[in-house]
């Protein structure tokens, strides 16, 4: 028990967390940001799959590593527009076309990737993001190495915070998008496009997914593995809940559950003996269902997700 | 009155598949004017305004502001050609505050900030100019029906609505609330802004319109000064037929059958009953007349089964209410008419013959053991019950959401009925219907008072309510006045009363009600 | 752009939608092959060949589609009540499971006795797996989507740590595997040759079951009634919570049978690589069969075609094996829109 708590005061543990947690921050407000406008996005799982490909294959290929992320993130803005498509302009099941989505988005990366690379049997690597040290920050004790010394898509996805904050709550296309997921008619009376706001939101949404995929392969690890999402995207979508639609505790609960990941890839080490370290990988998704109930009851759902929209409907 | 007309309707059709809903309609309206839109429902009044407002397109014709022509299906372009529109069903975000509300689509959509200081600036000026009184930074879900109402109006002014639509506005106020939404269009029509005020109430027609055009089945039967109009020729313009509603004879009313004491909700909030007693005996109606949200669906959710969550007693002919079991309630001879026929009422996607057997499913007549549907047996009973109540439909085997609103509340009031109910429980039953569906639906009502059933109906049309029931009890912030009979009040006074601005309950509660 | 609903629709148009949505699918896969540089029409000949061109293909792709009937029977029971129940993929491994706990020596019964023990207490435990998400979604109206979803991971993980550790089959040269299963709990094969077992019968039994139960029981009655509209289910009269719950512990359990089935029926022993995604292919067996369970059992076939098919047909022309992933993926959206094109016609306004 002492070990774990001593895992709390070292550095490698609080940058690990926080490269942990970029991802998730991407996830997390992507999907916040689509159901903030009243469209569930079951397809993140695929289309971060998507941008972790997307965005490695475009580096491998001899791209650069921003215009690689930037890549990413049209190809999951695309896949996003796909899914507003389905749902919000024909009003098809949010559920079952999300899960489509990810089927199609997992299949279709790994398609593709053996495609290109048919005969690898070691996956191939890229030179991914160099950390980046922020002059003076990065020497101080503890807090330099964990948050001054990452790499600058990480500084990205926690700068993205405040912004999608900003945007959502201060401006009035965030207006429009908050009010899209809470009563799409009442948009529509104002001579505001819902159809366009919420699609707007989801290929906003997805794109940030497809980056935070893209944050795998390209500044946490330098390849592409096959399952190598493994269940994160669901794991934003649980935090979505449990953050209660704000940016601000998506942040919380994204660091929380980074956090519990380094703790356990440095558990395993040392108590990996006693305890079988497939308990240790379950703790993440056990935890995500926890979220969900110890957060259920107090949240307040955006009232029009997924609720369509239908332009000259009879009512 | 020569000026040009500040809008005019020019030929304009819709067609919804094989409804025309719309028929070659031509209109004007100039300045200052109130132009009342009258017609039954379904006559296609809310689909012209929707035309009117980009909702819909129209498949032919046009629409002129100002003698030009408005683009068709374009929201945007309605908004600012200065037409407001108030719908019926408000549309208004609960989880956000009145200024979003209201701001929302005022400013362009790639802003980096929202001129937040400037916008309460203008709409607190509005408030006072047109008194309009409601706080900016209230969250909508805490405003009450009239509140919300002024918030539609207000978005309209706030866009510097030329021409204000007002689809049934009245429909869930109060009779003094309506007065003074009245007031509120006298003062604008004197700021020049023209109105067009959608109802299918005669009186608030004749007191606020200064010309009427009447609708029926999609087409202008008639176009007249209000000051030239009379009720009864409206009447008839509107039904196009002399439809006679049907009206309460005298009977002596019998036994208790429905015997509510102390019935009490928790949550407080002013749908939460508070120390609900009622009795309704056999062979009466009893009508509650409340403005939504003050309990009456609460108490119908209870004697509907739907909420089991209560303190005090319900029981029908002395047994006990089976408290939050809907199968048990109907069985001990309840028959129920839900408020929402779409949303509760009947299942769309299923066909005809499986709805009417929903209440009944594990009964020996239906089901086999209460495992295995008698699929034929059920059939039988839909085709009996589909002739009894004529419903216009292919057969049982057809599917239910393509039936019309009349024919679907049939079905629902064949369910209901046919076990021959001692308490029928009936919310809204005529809201939406055409002329014809009503007497027909009201007519079923007044046989099963005639044949001993007890009664209770709940409506927000307070002329329905004096003319079919035989004590009208007033629900305000879910507590419940005595039932009186209609001619003991006026409608004035129950109005007062649906306002909580009178003391209810008679001697035993004076003083509880509050001032204004 | 307006959707409006058709007025009558015919049954040939509701009845074509899958039929639409397949061929739609594998033109957009064609342009995928094309790519990879083969001929479409050569590629898809290989793949018919590969699925139906000999009597021991017919047989794998038989075999292959036992368990894809069982998972797509599960999603179309819960999809008709509106449970999106996407957990199949873990309540197959739980059932397989419990196959191996108890099939494996601790108790023996006579042959069909056992069998019938494996398929029970892998129902029974395919179901207990949504006894949490269920519940969550009932009384805390968690969304079960995430919930089932996550499950999944969970399950494979502790089938993992159960086939490393304390049940590892000592005698299988350090394989993660657990345990044959004994003999009377192995399901007969149906032919002589290959490997076509008893699964079927039993898959194509469950599939005119859960048809007859829908149809014609007042529990199917309430399931379909819950899922077209809940409020006024619960208005008449039908307990939503119960029959959701119900609707649950059915699904659970024919994925779980799914799972029994592969393990004494098809491997005899349980590895992490016994199910290579038949859950999350089941929710494009019962879309494709519009959840109509007597269709589950030809969609089942086709989409086993599908991967069967590709096996060979991605040997023979170097194309990856993922094609059948692919193909699998699009056809979930494609019966979609299908689907809505037959009941809802698209107006373009100008």
């Not at chain 1, 497939?278 to 955006?302: C, D, E």
């Not at chain 2, 929903?358 to 589909?386: F, K, P």
């Not at chain 3, 094996?321 to 299908?338: E, F, K, P, Q, R």
């Amino acid at each position: 028990m002492s070990d774990l708590f001593e895992i709390l005061f070292t550095a490698g543990f609080w940058a690990a967390t926080i490269r942990i947690v970029s991802p998730l921050i991407f996830g997390t407000l992507g999907e916040l940001i689509c159901e903030r406008a009243g469209v569930l996005n079951l397809g993140i799982e695929g289309i971060m799959t998507v941008g972790a490909m997307a965005g490695w294959m475009w580096v491998y290929q001899g791209g650069d590593l921003w215009t690689g992320v930037i890549f990413a993130a049209c190809v999951g803005a695309l896949f996003g527009l796909l899914h507003a498509i389905f749902t919000v302009h024909l009003c098809l099941s949010q559920h079952v076309t999300g899960i489509g989505i990810t089927l199609f988005g997992s299949s279709l990366s790994y398609f593709i990737y053996r495609m290109l690379l048919p005969d690898a049997t070691t996956p191939p690597k890229i030179e991914p993001f160099e950390p980046l040290l922020i002059p003076w920050f990065s020497e101080l004790p503890i807090v330099g190495e964990a948050l001054f010394s990452q790499t600058a898509l990480t500084y990205l996805a926690l700068l993205t915070v405040p912004v999608v904050w900003y945007v959502l709550f201060r401006t009035p296309v965030g207006l429009a998008v908050r009010m899209s997921g809470e009563n799409p008619v009442a948009v529509e009376a104002q001579g505001i496009n819902v159809l366009a706001v919420r699609t707007g939101a989801v290929m906003v949404g997805s794109a940030l997914m497809a980056v935070g995929g893209a944050f795998i392969t390209m500044s946490w690890f330098d390849a592409f593995y096959f399952g190598m999402i493994n269940g994160r995207g669901w794991i934003c979508v649980a935090l979505v809940i449990f953050a209660s639609w704000q940016p601000g505790k998506a942040l919380l609960g994204a660091l929380l559950f980074a956090g519990l990941e380094a703790m356990q890839v440095r558990a395993q080490q040392s108590a990996g003996a006693i305890i079988p370290y497939q308990f240790f990988l379950m703790l993440p998704y056990i935890m995500s269902i926890v979220a969900m109930i110890v957060m259920a009851r107090k949240t307040k759902y955006p009232q029009a997700l997924l609720v369509p929209f239908r332009r000259g409907e009879r009512v | 009155m020569a000026a040009a007309p500040i809008l005019e309707f020019r030929g304009v059709t819709k067609r919804f598949g094989a409804l025309t809903a719309n028929d070659n309609i031509s209109l004007t309206l100039n300045q200052g004017e109130v132009l009342a839109l009258l017609g039954e429902n379904g006559a296609g009044k809310t689909t012209l305004m929707n035309i009117l407002f980009g909702h819909y397109q129209a498949d032919e014709g046009e629409i002129l502001v100002d003698g030009e022509a408005l683009p068709p299906g374009s929201t945007q372009a309605a908004i600012s050609a200065g037409i407001g529109m108030v719908h019926q069903h408000f549309t208004l975000a609960d989880n956000l505050t009145v200024l979003e509300n209201i701001t929302v689509g005022t400013e362009s959509l790639w802003s980096w900030r929202q001129e937040n200081q400037a916008n309460r600036e203008k709409l607190t000026r509005m408030i006072e100019d047109y008194g309009l009184v409601v706080d900016p930074d209230a969250l909508v879900s805490t405003l009450s029906v009239g509140e919300r109402q002024r918030v539609e109006i207000l978005k309209a002014l706030y866009r510097d609505a030329r021409i204000l639509i007002l689809d049934e506005p009245t429909a869930v106020l109060t009779p003094q609330e309506a007065d003074r939404l009245f007031e509120t269009l006298k003062s604008i029509t004197a700021k020049g802004l023209a109105v067009i005020f959608i109802s299918h109430k005669l009186h608030e027609i004749l007191a606020i319109s200064t010309k009427v055009a009447v609708l029926r089945r999609g087409s202008i039967v008639g176009t007249l000064a209000t000051k030239d109009a009379k009720r009864e020729q409206l009447a008839e313009l509107m039904v196009g037929r002399v439809v006679t509603r049907p009206k309460l004879s005298a009977i002596k009313r019998g036994a208790p059958v429905l015997e509510i004491s102390d019935l009490t909700t928790g949550g407080g909030g002013s749908s939460a009953l508070k120390n609900v007693d009622l009795v309704i005996h056999a062979h009466e109606i009893v009508g509650i007349a409340g403005v939504a949200g003050n309990g009456q669906a609460v108490l119908a959710d209870i004697l509907s089964g739907l909420i089991g969550n209560f303190t005090g007693s319900a029981s029908i002919n002395g047994r006990e209410l089976a408290a939050g079991d809907p199968r048990s309630i109907v069985a001990s001879g309840v028959g129920r008419i839900p408020e929402d026929r779409h949303a509760r009422g009947m299942i769309g996607d299923m066909e005809i013959w499986e709805n009417l057997i929903s209440e009944d499913l594990r009964s020996s007549e239906i089901s086999y053991g209460g495992m295995v549907i008698n699929g034929d047996r059920a059939r039988e009973r839909a085709t009996e019950q589909i002739k009894e109540f004529d419903v216009r439909c292919e057969g049982p085997e057809a599917e239910t959401k393509l039936l019309s609103g009349g024919n679907m509340q049939k079905l629902i009031l064949s369910r209901a009925l046919s076990r021959n109910p001692s308490f029928i429980l009936a919310n809204q039953p005529v809201r939406g219907l055409d002329e014809g569906a009503i007497a027909y639906v009201q007519g079923r009502l007044l046989e099963a008072r005639q044949a001993g059933a007890a009664i209770l109906l709940i409506s927000e049309d307070l002329d329905e309510l004096m003319s079919l029931t035989d004590r009208i009890a007033v629900i305000y912030h879910g507590s419940l006045s005595l039932p009186e009979p209609p001619g003991k009040r006026s409608i004035a006074e129950i109005g007062l009363m649906m306002a909580g601005q009178t003391q209810n309950k008679s001697e035993e509660l004076q003083g509880v009600g509050h001032g204004h | 752009m307006v959707i409006e609903p058709r007025q009558s629709v015919s049954i040939w148009r509701a009845g074509l939608a899958p039929v639409w949505a397949i061929l739609a699918s594998m033109a957009i896969c064609a342009v995928l092959i094309a790519w990879a540089g083969a001929s479409v029409p050569n590629a898809y000949a290989l793949l018919i060949k590969g699925a139906f061109g000999s009597a021991f293909a017919i047989k794998e792709t038989l075999t292959r589609s036992i368990p894809l009937i069982f998972t797509g029977l599960a999603v179309s029971v819960a999809f008709r009540a509106k449970f999106y129940n996407i957990g199949a993929e873990g309540q197959l491994y739980a059932g397989a499971l419990a196959a191996t706990f108890f099939g494996t020596g601790l108790i023996t019964l006579p042959p069909a006795l056992m069998i019938l023990l494996l398929i029970l207490t892998g129902a029974i435990a395919g179901g207990a797996l949504l006894i949490v998400p269920v519940l969550l979604k009932t009384h805390l109206k968690v969304d079960e989507v995430v919930t089932t979803l996550l499950l999944n991971f969970v399950v494979l993980l502790l089938v993992s740590y159960l086939i490393e550790g304390p049940w590892k089959d000592p005698m299988s040269l350090g394989w993660p595997q657990a345990a044959s299963i004994i003999d009377e709990g192995v399901f007969p094969l149906l032919l002589e040759k290959g490997r076509l077992h008893l699964g079927l019968i039993i898959a194509i039994l469950f599939a005119i079951l859960v048809w007859l139960m829908m149809r014609f029981t007042v529990l199917g009655y309430e399931i379909r009634a819950v899922g077209y509209n809940a409020k006024a289910a619960e208005f008449a009269g039908i307990n939503v919570n119960r029959t959701v719950i119900i609707t649950a512990l059915i699904s659970g359990g024919l994925a779980g049978i799914a799972g029994v089935s592969e393990t004494a029926g098809l491997k005899g022993y349980l590895t992490l690589d016994l199910s290579p995604g038949f859950g999350y292919t089941g929710i494009a067996v019962a879309m494709l069969a519009q959840l109509n369970p007597l269709a589950v059992i030809p969609a089942a076939i086709f989409l086993s075609a599908v991967y069967v098919g590709s096996d060979a047909m991605s040997r023979a022309v170097n194309i990856p094996t993922y094609i059948a992933d692919v193909l699998v993926g699009v056809s979930v959206l494609a019966v979609l829109c299908s689907v809505m094109l037959s009941q809802y016609r698209i107006r373009w306004l100008k």
